[in-house]
């Protein structure tokens, strides 16, 4: 009896998975924190004798190379990745016994489109199949973005995405289930998943792939792709050269002198604790991410490359859990870490900043007064990603989306800046940026659905 487990790996996005038998397991598209990988396989009590990469992939660091090396499993890559480390080359229609007295197999199917070399895989018992490894290809109601890997090959992948999705469908039953790792908040997914869980069948019906021909899918795939997450352009070159091991290890304490003088010399300090209590107060000059939204794709986002981080974390648990996302984006090692509330990290005589939190009617409210009463408007800034602008804005707003925030700052008008997105997230991590900056910023912490229902103008597509 063969078994399947997922591993989430919710910060990013992903999926990774454990699958196989008694008498062995492949483990496909591991994350670079592999302690979790081998802990599920001990709990299954069985030897992982294969790592299969679905791409080289653009989003996260691979712990595959690693894996591989620890258990002395099979490392397959498809066979036209360019990487630089010794690999099982993985061709299409190639098949591995993963339990032979179970006789469970593993067969390779290219599947290009997100990347030209994408393979996924296809589990089979007794030669019947059961689930699909889709990796970035078939995901669930979409696809794989396909604008990853070079402008000039993002049409062709695109019909290479659509082919890629028929030819997984057509030969295979509807009850095969369907496993891809990205489509679960990850930026590598061409459209929003909808759902958890899938198969064969059901993308059928509703998956653009499926149900669009090839020039209307295209068409539609192109004109919904949005930016690509800027540490994309270190992932691939770092996992074709072969990530090294994590170190996990705390990072250096950092007492209230070395905060100051790390901030004084333009390092970023990054405040994990809750939006809710970073508004309250804050060591000036600090930024702030949640560590339970995703902490590290949007630090790795906003970061300039390379430049030295120092986390304060409201515990050494938050820390070590933010430490652990970090790593799957190529962050390896903070600079320094303090643990505790700004009573802790502050100088003597030093006090907190804060800043305020509203909602959309509180926003309606503040432009009705300044309309009534003569006063200048506040500058309100939309830090939603284009696409959802183009969907539906504010009436009279500015827009700089997020990721771009910190470059373009600047641009925006003089005078108190009030700040949504379109859940109260990103609009607290936009605050905190103007607020280091020394603007007055009040942050919108509140559901975009909310403005139409206060009475603010929403201009639609």
């Not at 996260?60 to 360019?82: I, K, N, W």
């Not at 490359?305 to 050494?316: D, I, N």
């Amino acid at each position: 009896m063969f078994f399947v487990d997922t591993l989430e790996i919710e910060g990013l996005g992903n999926r990774s998975y454990l699958a196989g038998g008694p008498g062995g397991a492949i483990a496909v598209d591991p994350p670079r924190d592999i302690d979790q990988v081998i802990a599920a396989a001990a709990r299954r009590g069985v030897r992982i004798t294969y790592v299969a990469e679905t791409h080289v992939h653009n989003d996260y660091v691979t712990g595959g190379l690693e894996l591989a090396r620890v258990t002395g499993a099979h490392y397959l890559v498809p066979a036209d990745a360019a990487v630089s480390y010794r690999r099982v080359l993985v061709h299409d229609g190639d098949e591995f016994d993963v339990d032979p007295a179970a006789r469970l197999t593993f067969r390779a199917v290219a599947t290009p489109g997100h990347t030209p070399h994408h393979t996924s895989y296809v589990l089979a018992e007794a030669g019947r199949p059961v689930a699909a490894f889709t990796g970035g290809s078939l995901l669930i109601g979409t696809v794989g973005r396909p604008d990853l890997v070079e402008p000039r090959l993002t049409e062709d992948l695109a019909r290479a995405q659509h082919a890629s999705a028929h030819r997984l469908a057509d030969g295979l039953a509807d009850d095969v289930a369907v496993l891809p790792t990205h489509g679960f908040g990850s930026f590598c997914s061409a459209g929003q998943a909808a759902g958890t869980a899938t198969t064969v069948g059901a993308e059928r019906r509703r998956n653009e792939a499926l149900v669009k021909d090839v020039d209307t899918f295209v068409a539609d795939l192109l004109a919904g792709l949005d930016d690509i997450p800027a540490y994309y352009a270190h992932m691939g070159p770092l996992n074709a050269a072969g990530p090294a091991p994590v170190d996990l290890t705390p990072p250096a304490p950092a007492d209230p002198a070395e905060l100051a003088r790390r901030l004084a010399a333009g390092e970023w300090v990054v405040d994990l604790r809750a939006r809710t209590a970073f508004a309250a107060g804050h060591l000036a000059g600090s930024f702030n991410i949640e560590a339970d939204g995703q902490v590290a794709t949007y630090l790795a986002w906003l970061i300039p490359w390379g430049k030295p981080v120092t986390l304060l974390a409201e515990s050494t648990e938050q820390l070590a859990a933010a430490q652990r996302e970090l790593v799957r984006v190529g962050i390896d090692r903070p600079a320094a870490a303090a643990t505790g509330g700004p009573e802790d990290w502050l100088l003597p005589g030093e006090q907190p900043r804060a800043f305020r939190r509203a909602t959309f009617a509180d926003l309606a409210a503040e432009l009705a007064a300044t309309a009534r009463d003569g006063g200048p408007a506040p500058v309100v800034l939309d830090v939603r990603r284009a696409t959802e602008r183009a969907a539906a804005h504010l009436d009279g707003t500015h827009h700089i989306p997020l990721h771009q925030l910190h470059r373009r700052g600047a641009e925006l008008p003089d005078g108190p800046v009030w700040v949504h997105c379109a859940g109260g997230m990103r609009a607290g991590i936009a605050a905190s940026l103007l607020d280091a900056a020394g603007r007055e910023v009040t942050a919108v912490d509140d559901t975009f659905a909310s403005a139409a229902e206060a009475g603010l103008t929403v201009v639609t597509a």
